[in-house]
């Protein structure tokens, strides 16, 4: 890869807050205009205008609207459309518009085109058919972004710049002859000698020893399981690789337009494994993040909270744009459900409980053609004398009222340490399991705390934990010294922290921390397990102790753990080959306490172990819910103000006790208790510190 010297000439003090123009919080999407006749663009601002839009993003996809034969450049149609907006108003995040090179381009250069592992091409027809490890695409993709900030860097109506779109959502591995050119210039940067690297890789295994880099290849198809090492650095590196593309038209942004800030659209939910996005977080001036709801997911709305949780952890807690999400129902899931009424507000107002300032989605008009025609937009097929236009409507007034949440920040005292690499390295093949799924034990541990009512801020193992009483670690499988140093540190400064099995297993190169698992925790928590025994698909065992509420049951993970003078045994297996082992742990380290949960639990067995550690680190919810009703807080930087969001998950009425303030929504006057009707959501602003 390209090294380039870092940018010295920008101050990120200087740029201007994206939203300095808007009053209050951002509501928009995606505009595509291109897609109609002009005439249009009459009817889509007075509409904008009826919907209280304030931001669009514009030109994501008009690459081969703007250069429809190379050099040929027809800018007209997307100068009146930002004039337009202007005139209305509305301010835009404009697209360089990279985010599907034109056909001309990858049929005149079919090199750029990327490659799956077993060597198949993408090819055009679709999008995102590009390298971004090519010279050439990225020779192409510079000049059309440098063409974008020439025309419109001075232009009253750009905002923001949105940098290509969902960065290696469809392709966040390439394995083209580019990309194994990079691969082996970032190798030479973090080994430096191809010693190093052997070392590093254990290429003593199986006669994998390298003589140059010149021999090392991204993991292709293989007659048996590639290097694991090998492997995790490819991850690591497509992950830079698709930063470094970002960057590099960042930078010829920020050269030619300083200032404008940047960013570009992340897709923080549970299944987006690709990118390690705490790691791209420095480069973007605001986080932006796109979410959809899983049609068949029954608590669709605690993923949610996570993607959005992943958004607010990736930006340090500031608040943050929700750059796309949808009105009503996708088009790419198998089957593709219309959102139920109340549904798509409670979705927008979730993420601004959980610190967005901004509600966009995918996007304004609805498609006549095309892949995404059944995606639901704000103004949908069937015009405005609809239920979605009126829900567009409603949210954009909703909106408007809560104005005054921008710039605060979300109230945490518990976090969830989530790592991208460990992620990658837990999933690897030749494992003792096949059947682990790193983001199913993250969204295990943060369902169980989002049903206890606690708001959690999902962190890297690098993150500063002072401020938490809670720390919860799952299948952290890789972490390095320092990670695991953090995290002790947090229990002898007082936080109650549980580990979960399967973690602190191997070093940064995936090598086996020896001496006994789990090897970089053993200390922290007092056990040391001799040998794992996952269990087979449908098999079952009995975990007793009361802090799994009596009898439990565990699927997936045993292991044979013996614990250290000082560690109490919590609960223990009381079947199958390890009955009377330890299955849950405690000890008292420092001013805190360390537990070892060395099984997964059935949800109720981990309900009942979370309500201890909550109770034990005191960060309880302060305001009590029934059940399906979600609380988060929001309070401004010296924490005179604060916002309480209450939404209603359920379809049944409830009252919540002990608030006072005033609600945002309906404009009325909070006295002891608040009305929560089905399916509802309502903030109440209070003026003493929480
Ligand atoms: C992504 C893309 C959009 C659109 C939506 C559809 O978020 O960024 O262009 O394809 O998916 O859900």
């Known amino acids: 890869m390209r090294r380039r010297t870092p940018f010295t000439a920008f101050d990120p003090a200087a740029v201007s807050p994206w939203n300095v123009q808007i009053d209050g919080l951002g509501f928009g999407g995606d505009y595509n205009p291109e897609q109609w006749p002009a005439e249009v663009r009459d009817e889509d601002v007075r509409l904008m205008r009826e919907a209280g839009v304030n931001v669009l993003s514009v030109a994501i996809f008009a690459w081969a609207t703007i250069e429809p034969r190379e050099g040929e450049l027809e800018w007209g149609w997307l100068d009146d459309t930002m004039d337009r907006l202007h005139e209305a108003g509305i301010q835009v995040a404009l697209a360089t518009a990279t985010a599907s090179p034109p056909p001309w381009l990858t049929r005149r250069h079919p090199e750029i085109l990327p490659r799956l592992a077993d060597g198949t091409v993408l090819y055009q027809g679709a999008r995102q058919a590009y390298a971004v490890t090519h010279p050439l695409y990225r020779e192409y993709a510079l000049r059309m972004t440098t063409r974008m900030a020439e025309r419109y860097g001075d232009h009253p109506a750009l905002a923001l710049w949105h940098v290509d779109n969902e960065i290696g959502c469809h392709v966040p591995r390439d394995y083209s002859e580019s990309a194994t050119a990079a691969f082996r210039v970032w190798l030479v940067a973090r080994y430096g000698t191809i010693e190093r690297l052997n070392e590093a890789w254990g290429t003593a295994f199986w006669s994998q020893r390298y003589a140059t880099f010149e021999d090392v290849l991204p993991p292709l198809v293989a007659p048996m399981f590639a290097n694991p090492t090998q492997q995790l650095d490819f991850d690591r590196f497509s992950s830079d690789a698709l930063l470094d593309y970002y960057r590099d038209l960042r930078d010829t942004l920020r050269e030619i337009t300083p200032h404008v800030p940047t960013t570009t659209n992340l897709m923080t939910t549970s299944a987006t494994k690709g990118m390690d996005y705490f790691s791209w977080a420095d480069d973007l001036d605001v986080v932006a993040n796109d979410h959809y709801t899983i049609a068949s997911d029954g608590e669709r709305h605690v993923e ?260 250290r003078d000082g560690t109490e045994v919590v609960a223990a297996y009381d079947d199958g080959a390890l009955a009377g082992h330890p299955a849950v742990t405690r000890r008292e380290v420092g001013a805190g306490a360390a537990w070892y949960v060395g099984t997964r639990l059935d949800p109720a067995g981990l309900a009942s172990l979370v309500g201890r550690l909550v109770e034990e680190s005191g960060v309880a919810p302060d305001v009590a819910a029934p059940a399906g009703v979600e609380l988060v807080r929001r309070r401004t930087a010296d924490g005179a103000t604060t916002w309480l969001f209450a939404l209603n998950h359920t379809d049944d009425g409830t009252t919540l006790d002990g608030l006072t303030g005033t609600e945002l929504i309906t404009g009325t006057a909070v006295e002891g208790s608040l009305a929560l009707p089905p399916g509802a959501v309502r903030v109440v602003r209070a003026a003493a510190s929480h």
């Open 304 to 563: 949610l909270a996570l993607s959005a949780d992943l958004a607010r952890g990736v930006a340090g807690g500031d608040p943050w744009i929700l750059m796309e999400h949808s009105t009503s129902a996708v088009n790419w899931q198998p089957r593709n459900r219309a959102k139920l009424p109340g549904e798509m507000l409670r979705n927008s107002l979730q993420h601004v409980a959980r610190g967005a300032d901004s509600v966009m989605f995918f996007q304004w008009r609805q498609s006549r053609a095309g892949a995404e025609k059944y995606h639901s937009a704000m103004l949908p097929h069937a015009g405005t004398g609809t239920d979605v236009w009126r829900g567009t409507v409603e949210l954009g007034t909703t909106l408007q009222r809560l104005g005054e949440v921008r710039g605060s920040r979300v109230v945490s005292r518990a976090a969830v340490v989530v790592d991208y690499p460990a992620w990658w390295a837990a999933e690897l093949d030749s494992h003792p399991t096949q059947d682990l799924r790193y983001m199913e034990e993250v969204r295990a541990w943060y369902s169980a705390l989002w049903h206890q009512g606690v708001t959690v801020d999902t962190v890297p193992p690098y993150a500063d934990l002072d401020g938490y009483d809670l720390v919860v670690v799952p299948t952290l499988y890789l972490v390095d010294d320092d990670g695991a140093a953090n995290v002790a540190r947090a229990a002898e400064r007082g936080a109650t922290v549980a580990v979960t099995f399967f973690s602190g297993i191997v070093d940064e190169h995936d090598h086996v921390r020896l001496g006994g698992y789990p090897g970089a925790f053993r200390d922290l928590l007092g056990v040391r397990t001799e040998e794992f025994f996952p269990l087979q698909v449908d098999e079952r065992v009995g975990v007793t102790g009361k802090a799994v509420g009596g009898d439990a049951t565990a699927d997936l993970w045993t292991e044979k753990t013996l614990v």
